[in-house]
């Protein structure tokens, strides 16, 4: 399977679906909407897990295990939310040949699993803070078009359900997940993102007030939501009884945050990084950081590959003795050209070739693969130089996104800079009423045959000022604060 025969200019959504294949990352199958998440890209999302599960236990979060299964009457408790969603529920209506006499669902998401038994367990205020995650698959059966890692009817995610005695502790908690959720964007995948609440309309319905991580594809000039921390107030607490002796023996309802990021995030992290060889991987999430590749001459007798193939052992003891993440490929039967496409399509960051001029010269050729740039590096040099470049790649990756996520964002003041920027396939931060039927109105505007309408993203924590006198860009009407509009997933 050499290279791939779409490029990303051409057929971005074409590109997208042949490369997640053809790098191994993905398996289509047999059921609609869902995929095989194969080695290459279970092995980045374990980087993340690791990554997320480390920062949140440091918080005092514990990690937990509660079932897939809930019945109709306890997922209607919170009826209001769920009959929005309740086209995307599954149900397991019959086991062997005998039909249930009562359907159960398959979780969407775990609010209704949980709570009911958070009721149980938190009675004084000295149960709380109670704050458990789990890692788990959930099931939405979605009917808009499925993309790999993107949208599918099972994916994993973490879920994390906190209560808090006060207000004051939960609103904190929202931010430090919104930060780390940030840090998996940023620091991990070298994905922009922009922190902020989302609008009335856009938040969880059973939600006081809504954060985000919001990323964007610049190649169909689409946002898709990173992740989400959600403060949910006293909302499920009052739904399901969640109270607790305060400490003057008093009663109160606890304040909830829930907070979900799923295995979208390695698909906006090969969208965004991704080139027309293959996958261009962040050296921190990325499987294998060094991909080290002997080139023997066919004239090479017997003894002097032998030794070439030593030295190629001891650099790969050497680096993973640093820790680095190093793939070795000493098969005979292929040409150094085939071996090269083969590990640029898998995304490895560096490439390491030893010929027979580097065992002359005691030297090695590293090879970048976001810039394609070589170097030679002596042999003594390796081990220092090659977590050195690495990072190096890392951080050169997030500021090249991030340089070309600003581009995106066009800051309007009228309706036709604002169609012009989404035209432009890019986003919009405009001054606006903060008023659902705002959007609602600029949804229908803003649709054109061939475009869905934009919807806000989210208004930014990080606001220009505000003009004395600014007016909304669609309404017209006194404008509140800024929001980052866009297409979007
Ligand atoms: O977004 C998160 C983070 C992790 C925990 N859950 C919250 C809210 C999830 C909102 N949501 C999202 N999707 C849903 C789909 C359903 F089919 C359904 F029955 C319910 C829901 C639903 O409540
Ligand atoms: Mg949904």
Redesign the pocket.
């Known amino acids: 399977q050499l290279g791939l025969s779409t490029k990303k200019a051409d057929d971005f959504s074409k590109w997208y679906s042949e490369l997640v294949v053809a790098s191994e990352l993905i398996s289509y199958y047999d059921v609609s909407g869902c995929y095989i998440l194969r080695p290459w890209a279970f092995s980045m999302w374990e980087v993340v897990q690791r990554w997320f599960d480390d920062n949140i236990k440091k918080l005092g979060v514990q990690n937990a295990y509660f079932p897939m299964f809930i019945t109709e009457d306890v997922?209607n408790t919170?009826k209001d939310?769920?009959e929005?969603?309740?086209?995307?529920?599954a149900w397991v209506t019959r086991a062997g040949n005998s039909e249930m006499d009562k359907p159960i669902?398959i979780r969407?998401?775990?609010?209704t699993v949980m709570y009911p038994y958070y009721a149980q367990w938190i009675r004084s205020h000295r149960d709380l803070p109670l704050r458990l995650n789990q890692w788990t698959n959930v099931v939405?059966?979605e009917f808009k078009y499925p993309t790999p890692f993107i949208r599918s009817r099972e994916f994993l995610?973490q879920?994390?359900?906190t209560a808090f005695a006060t207000q004051a502790e939960a609103d904190t908690e929202v931010r430090q997940i919104l930060d780390f959720y940030a840090g998996v964007y940023q620091e991990l995948l070298a994905v922009p993102v922009t922190q902020g609440q989302k609008s009335d309309k856009e938040k969880?319905?059973?939600?006081l007030y809504?954060t985000t991580v919001e990323a964007f594809i610049p190649d169909n000039g689409r946002g898709v939501q990173g992740a989400?921390?959600?403060c949910l107030g006293q909302n499920f607490s009052k739904m399901f009884g969640i109270e607790f002796e305060t400490e003057d023996h008093g009663k109160s309802h606890a304040w909830q945050n829930?907070?979900?990021l799923t295995t979208r995030s390695l698909g906006v992290m090969i969208m965004t990084h991704g080139d027309d060889k293959g996958l261009v991987l962040p050296p921190r999430v990325a499987p294998k950081q060094v991909v080290i590749i002997p080139i023997p001459k066919s004239s090479s007798a017997p003894e002097q590959v032998a030794a070439m193939f030593e030295q190629v052992k001891a650099f790969k003891a050497s680096l993973e003795s640093s820790s680095v993440r190093v793939e070795t490929d000493y098969r005979t039967n292929y040409t150094p050209g085939w071996k090269y496409n083969h590990w640029e399509l898998r995304g490895v960051p560096i490439r390491m070739e030893l010929g027979p001029k580097d065992m002359d010269n005691k030297t090695v050729v590293l090879a970048r693969r976001d810039t394609g740039a070589k170097e030679f590096v002596p042999w003594d040099q390796v081990a220092t130089r090659v977590p050195e470049l690495l990072e190096q790649i890392q951080a050169d990756m997030l500021a090249k996104a991030k340089a070309r996520y600003d581009a995106c964002v066009e800051t309007v003041t009228t309706w036709d800079a604002f169609m012009a920027a989404l035209n432009n396939k890019h986003m919009a931060l405009a001054p606006w009423a903060d008023e659902e039927e705002v959007e609602e109105d600029v949804k229908k505007r803003s649709a054109t045959a061939d475009a869905m309408g934009a919807k806000t993203l989210c208004i930014p924590f990080e606001q220009p000022p505000l003009p004395e006198g600014a007016v909304c860009f669609a309404s017209g009407k006194p404008a509140k604060n800024w929001a980052l509009w866009g297409r979007s997933y």
Do not use: K, N, Q
Request: hydrophobic share 40%.
């Open positions: 997922l919170e939310h769920v929005g969603f309740a086209p995307e529920v669902a969407p998401t775990s609010e939405r059966w995610w879920e994390g359900h969880f319905a059973g939600a809504t989400t921390s959600h829930s907070w979900g």
